[in-house]
Structures are given as C-alpha cells and as structure tokens.
C-alpha cells in the first residue's frame, strides 16, 4: 500500500529539518561570543589621578596603544583605580592602565582549533551533516509508506538520523559549559598558579585560537584579564535542532507526540535518579580523600587525584569498629526481641478472638505515633531509674518497644493471608499452638517475617536521637553517633565521618533494597517510615 | 477467627503479655513520667519538687523563642509534608510507567530511605559548605557558575536548606506508598475510560487520586508526625543557631532540656507536643480503622 498522503508529511517534515539545520548554522555562524583580552598592562603606584605621574604614564599607554591600532587591532584603554592607605598614613592610589582588545567569535571559528570544545564542535556539525544524510537516505523509496510497514533499512536510517540528531542537541550544553571551563576556570587557576600541570600547552592553545600563534611566551600576562561573554542568543540553538530532532522523529514514527512524551519521561527519570545519588557520590569521593583535598576551595577534580584507602585504616584506629559491633548488638538484639514479643501477639490477634482486641490494635497503633524523641526527657528518666543509662541493653529495649507496632502490624498481616487449616491439622496430630505456630506458620510466613526483622533492624541501626541522649561513654556508641565524634567544633574531619558513614550505609541499604517489594505491600496497610 | 479448638479465657492474654510489656514500660511510661514532670518543680541539677501547677507551660510560652520556634515547626512540617508528597505522588506516577531501567530507578529511590537520617544531614551539609563544598565544585567545574557561590549566606537560607534535605528523605516513603496504592488499580479500568475518551487528566482525577486516596492519606498522615518528630536534620546542620532561629520544636526542647538545664518548660513544651501528634495520631487511627472495615 502506498499512501500519497504520507509522502506530502514526509516531504514536509524533511523540509522542516532542513530548515532547522539551516537555522543552526545561522546562529552558529553570528558573533556569540566576545573576548575582552588585555594585550597590555601598565601599572603606577603612588599615583593620583590627574597628577603629573599619571599624565606621564597615560601618554605612555597611548602610545602605545596607537601602536597597535596601527597594526589594525581594535583595541580600547581601561583604567583601575585602587586607594589604599601606606604605613604613614597617607592616602596613595594604584592607577592600573590596561589596553584591550575586544574578539567577536562565533560558534563556527572553534572549528580549527586545538581547543577540547573544538572537538566537540566537530562532533556536533557531523552528526547534523549525517542526520540530514540518513534521513534523506532513509527517505528514498520509502517516503510514501507508513512507517510500520517499512523495511529494515529504511528502519534503521531513520533511527540513526534521530539518534545523531538527540547527540548533536546534547552537545550544545556540553559545548558551552566547556567554553566557560576553559576561559574562565582554568585560566584563572593557571593564572594564580593553583595548576601548574600542562600549562605551557594549554597557554599555546589558546594562543593559537586568539593569536594564532603569534604572542608566544607572552600570552600568559596578556590573557591574565580575559573576559568571556556569551550572549544568551547562544540557547536558541537548543530550539532550532529541537525543530530537526521533531521532524526527524515524525519521519521515523509518523507522529511526534507519544515520543515526546517517552523522552520527557526518561529526562525526568533520569534527573530524579542523578539527584538521588548525589549526596552518595558526595560521600564516596570524600571519604577517600586526604584531608587537605576535602578542605581544598580550589579543588579542581570529580574524584579524588589519589585515592586515601588509609582513611579506612585510620577509622579502624579511631574506634569505627567498635562502634559498628555496637550497632549490630543494639540492632540486632532489637530486633530479636521485637520479633519474640510481636510473633505472639500478632498470632493472638490474627487466630484467636478476645475481648479488649480492637483496643489492642488501637493501643500498638497509638504507640506508633510518638517517635521517641518527644518523650526524650521521661526516656531519659526512666532509664536512671533503671540503671540502664548509658547501656547497650537500654538502647536495645527502646528500639524493641518503638518498633513493636510495625512488627505487629506487618506480621498479623502475613499470619491472616494464611490459611489456618495446616495448623488445624498439625494441632489435631497432636502439635499444641506453640508447635503449629513454629513448625507450621512460621515457616509458611517467613518471607514475611524476614521483611519485618530486616526493617525493625535497620530502623534500629538507623536510630540517633535516642543514643545521643542515653549513651555517654565513647565506648557504648553506636555508629550514628560514632561519626559525629569526627566533627568537633573546630575541625571537622570529613573524610573519617564520611569513610566511617559509608561503612554503616551500605549493609543497610543492600537490605533495605532486598525487602522493598514486600515492604511496599505491608506499607499502606502497616503505615509505617523509618 | 475461632480455629474451633477450645482455648482457655486468658490465653490469648498470655499471648499478647510480652509484647503488651513492652509497649507498657518502653511506650507508655515515659508518657507518665513526662507528663508528670511538666506539672512539678525541676531544679537545674534535675531534682524534682513538688507540684507547682501549670507553671512550666506559662514559662514555656513565655521563653523568648517560643514564637520563632513555633512559626518554625509550622513552616518545616507543612513545606516538608507538602512537598514532598507532591513530589512523591508524581516520581510514583512515572515510575508507574512501564519502561526500561524502571527497577534501577526503583532501587535507587531506595537510598534516601535506608540511610540514617544524621549521616544524609552530614553529606548534605558538606555538600553546601560555602568554602569548600561540593556543590560549587561540581558546578564550577561544570562551568555552569563562574564563581563559588556562598550557599548558606543567612539562617533564612540555611532553614530552606534544611527543608530541603526534609523533603530528600521523605519522597521515597510517599512514592511507595502512592505506588502499592497504584499497583492495585485495575488497568481494565484505565482501558474503559480510554474508550469512553477520557483524557490524562480526567483519568488522574476520576480514577488514579480516589484509588490511591487512602494510601496518600496513610503517608500523608505519617509523615506529619514524623516531620514533627524529625530532630537529626536540624540538629546537625545549624543546630538551631543562631539564637534558636532555626529551631524546630523538637530540637528546640532537646537544647532546653540538656544543654540549657531548664527541664521545666522543656517537658511542658514535650506535653504541647505530645498532645498535637495526638491529634494528628487520631486523625491517622480513625482513617486506618475506616480501611480496616473497608477490606
């Protein structure tokens, strides 16, 4: 089947990505970008304006700068004051001359240079040249057909030219915060001499992008004002290979807007998922560099230039160890005791009937409410009391009594989506309850018992405020309160707080990760959040 | 459910006793003891005198930040609770969707849940540090700022910081609850709506928001208390300086009682606190009761 229609979209279509390329190149082609570079710089201390020093050296720029207008630069003199007050008392000023020279350069003139976001430029045009390529390529023969009924060439093609077309937009970004990195960035940590590493070849590239070559050595004081402007026009590129990308994809699909939608998707997804991971890249990067790269304001990396594996050695001599088994005894004997005071009682309240039940239910769920920190202060007191300040075994009961509610909530649940005729049968066999409850239901209901105990245990190894309060003694922390100790008032030792905090992260979340299908099943109905 | 088996009266008591125990010791007693203490003397040292009436809860009302500290937890609780329910129930919607990597994207939603609330406070105030921080080196280094920006230049600022990192942490338990709520939901249903020519929005308003209802309420709900009862966040960013400015109430009670020593409003101020999480934590009850009979 052919379809006349389908051709007269296509051509359109086609006709719209030309335009947009077209368009590209326009902008590409206009003097987005200036340069303010100082050529020359003269300095005059103890000057004031208007004075005869200053008359001097002013007749002295001028020269010079006719100088260069006379070899056809477009060059214009700018003048610093900066006041300042010498050990005498008296008021001097620093009168600074600079003659610079104003560069227009547009998108197309990187095409050439030895600069990295030539590179990119490169990449950026060919894969426009090739969209155009693939999609008048992918086009012929099969322009009047529906997209479904294509053949595998005239598929793939039109893929590619939608592929090349998506690359050659993200390049745009990519491009210009490349240029603000190398302009801005990187010159100036040249210039104060915070790098040194490879600054001969990168003063030569841009040399040769401005000059082409020919200030030699002297680039370096010449580009020490540089200022780099873009003008906002530079966007509008985004909006016309957005143009091309459309119709490339209408080509390929026959429609635009189910693929919009899929993109925008992704788009959201995968700025969701970046978001999320920060704070981990944060603390995985940090926790293995030295202290003077944590501290650093210049520091220039993504990762760490040399990866500190000793961090986790010196945590190990400040007591981290000690604090993890802390933590595994507090949470794990929490655990142990909400889940030997919740089986029953979630057995009871899902097998048997009893007056005062509903009461019950009522009572677990109230206790859920009130996280501990409200009642810090009857906490606290209660726990002098009972001697158990400053204890393990304290911390160990408070976590057992406030995650009783979710024990029971999600294990009676698991109990009434059994059946109860296997128990019937193993207690008429002879079993008594206790015996039809551990060789029967338990074993039925693990997966959901494993659910309960790994989230009152990561509840438990979680818990803070509590521990701050209750434990004194450096020995007895658990570990949430183990990695404050690396941050005192005056010095804060990122890198030990966060190796220490990667150690206590990980177990927990690769559990947490195990449980989350079953956790969210029991969630809306138990309620409850870490 | 009656297994048919005779049964002593009490057993099912002995049944419920250690976990009742528990609950009655750990739980209820502190709220005595509190309650208790809001309406006696407290010296300094924390000797305990007589009753002294509502003393403690005048002098509350009357500490200096007790208004800055209220606006504070009205602000933290409601900007956290809105936004990120907002924020959770649209992530749901997407990660609703069928497409490639969506348990990749399931699975890092995970973290924020799983990670102790001081360690996710540390990152973050590491990451904002004006002099040092991650988040200007990362955005210099991507050429999108010029120069390293002072993120935490006034408490006002720091205080949105601290919402902010609320609202990190509090996303992922909305999101999966809104998605249980919607992996219930019949696709028939959606199909029948498409036929009759409802489009995205009518479907969201007709059939996903009352669907999913009752599991928005639940975490809604939730998520008011444990917003209010949220004390590593601020404590470990600001600590509440300066003067308490950036202090919710929770913090605010904890620097009362054991740094200041003023045990007396402080367990006044615990009661006020108890007795609004009562109301929230009636609200909740009457709301999963009513599901309760519902399924």
Not at chain 1, 184 to 207: H, P, Q, V
Not at chain 1, 375 to 402: C, K, R, V
Not at chain 1, 469 to 490: E, K, Y
Not at chain 2, 21 to 43: D, G, Q
């Amino acid at each position: 089947m052919r379809y006349p229609e389908v051709r007269r979209q296509n051509r359109r279509m086609l006709l719209l990505l030309i335009l947009g390329l077209i368009l590209t190149l326009v902008l590409m082609s206009l003097p987005l970008y200036s340069f303010d570079v100082g050529v020359y710089t003269k300095k005059s201390g103890n000057t004031f304006v208007g004075d005869e020093k200053y008359q001097a050296v002013r007749a002295e720029v001028e020269a010079v700068a006719e100088e260069y207008r006379s070899q056809g630069f477009d060059v214009e003199i700018r003048e610093d004051v900066l006041e300042r007050v010498n050990s005498k008392g008296n008021t001097t000023s620093l009168v600074t001359f600079t003659i610079s020279e104003r560069y227009s350069r547009s998108f197309l003139s990187f095409l050439g240079k030895k600069l990295p976001s030539s590179t990119v430029l490169v990449f950026m045009v060919s894969l426009m040249g090739a969209a155009l390529v693939f999609s008048i390529a992918g086009l012929a023969g099969t322009d009047d057909l529906v997209p479904r009924y294509l053949n595998r060439k005239g598929r793939l093609l039109r893929n590619l030219a939608v592929t090349a077309l998506l690359l050659a937009l993200l390049l745009v970004p990519v491009f210009m915060l490349m240029n603000n990195v190398i302009f801005s960035r990187r010159l100036s940590l040249y210039n104060a001499d915070l790098i040194t590493e490879g600054k001969e070849a990168f003063f030569s590239m841009l040399d040769h992008f401005f000059f082409d070559g020919r200030m030699g050595e002297n680039v370096g004081d010449v580009l020490g004002g540089l200022k780099i402007q873009r003008s906002p026009m530079a966007w509008l590129l985004l909006l016309t290979l957005f143009i091309s990308l459309t119709a490339a994809i209408c080509i390929r699909y026959g429609e635009i807007k189910s693929s919009l939608l899929r993109g925008a998707l992704y788009v959201f997804v995968v700025i969701v998922c970046v978001v999320t991971l920060y704070p981990y890249y944060v603390m995985t990067i940090t926790a293995f560099r030295s202290n003077a790269e944590t501290l650093d304001m210049y520091f220039l990396h993504m990762a760490p230039t040399r990866w500190v594996w000793s961090n986790l050695t010196d945590i190990v001599q400040r007591g981290v160890p000690r604090y993890l088994m802390n933590s595994i005894f507090v949470a794990g004997g929490a655990t142990a005791l909400a889940m030997l005071c919740g089986i029953p009682a979630a057995y009871a309240m899902a097998r048997m009937n009893f007056v005062g039940k509903k009461a019950f239910l009522g009572f677990v769920i109230m206790s859920q409410m009130f996280s501990p920190v409200v009642l810090l202060i009857g906490i606290s007191q209660l726990m002098n009391t009972l001697h158990l300040n400053n204890t393990l075994w304290g911390l160990m009961l408070i976590n057992a009594a406030f995650n009783q509610a979710f024990a029971i909530w999600l294990l009676r649940g698991t109990f009434v989506s059994i059946s109860s005729e296997m128990e019937q049968a193993a207690m008429i066999d002879g079993c008594g309850t206790v015996g039809a409850l551990t060789k029967v239901l338990i074993p039925m209901a693990a997966p959901g018992i494993v659910t309960a105990l790994i989230f009152v245990f990561i509840n438990a190894w979680n818990e803070y405020t509590i521990a701050t309060v209750l434990i004194s003694t450096a020995q007895n922390r658990p570990i949430t309160v183990g990695i404050t100790q690396f941050s005192s008032f005056n010095m804060i030792e990122w890198q030990y707080m966060f190796a220490a905090s990667l150690l206590a992260t990980i177990p927990v979340v690769i559990l947490f990760m195990s449980i989350e299908k079953h956790l969210t099943a029991g969630l809306t109905s138990g309620g409850v959040k870490g | 459910m009656n297994t048919g088996l005779n049964r002593t009266k009490w057993e099912p008591y002995v049944w419920l006793l250690p976990s009742l125990l528990l609950i009655a010791i750990f739980v209820v007693f502190p709220i005595l003891i509190v309650f208790k203490l809001s309406f006696s003397e407290i010296s300094k040292a924390g000797v305990i005198g007589g009753f002294i009436g509502f003393d403690n809860y005048v002098e509350a009302v009357h500490l200096p930040a007790f208004k800055t500290v209220m606006l504070n937890t009205m602000w933290w609780v409601l900007s956290v609770v809105i936004l990120s329910t907002v924020l959770g129930f649209i992530i749901a919607l997407v990660l609703n969707q069928k497409f490639r990597g969506r348990k990749i994207a399931r699975s890092i939603l995970v973290f924020p849940w799983a990670t102790s609330l001081v360690i996710q406070a540390s990152v973050w105030n590491y990451i904002i540090k004006a002099e040092y921080g991650n988040l200007n080196n990362v955005l210099l280094n991507l050429g999108i700022i010029q120069q390293a920006v002072n993120w935490r230049s006034s408490y006002q600022i720091e205080f949105v910081w601290e919402c902010w990192v609320g609202i990190f942490v509090t996303v992922p338990f909305v999101t999966f609850c809104v998605l249980s709520g919607l992996q219930s939901i019949d696709g028939s249903l959606y199909e029948a709506a498409t036929m009759d020519g409802a489009g995205f929005w009518n479907k969201l308003r007709h059939i996903t928001l009352p669907m999913v209802r009752p599991s928005l309420t639940v975490s809604t709900v939730l998520n008011i208390i444990y917003v209010f009862n949220s004390f590593p966040i601020v404590y470990t960013m600001t600590k509440g300086a300066p003067a308490h400015k950036t202090d919710t109430m929770i913090t605010y009670l904890y620097m009362l009682s054991f740094y200041e020593r003023r045990k007396g409003p402080a367990t006044a101020l615990s009661v006020i606190g108890f007795l609004i999480l009562c109301v929230c934590a009636g609200i909740y009850m009457v709301s999963v009761m009513r599901k309760e009979e519902e399924l």
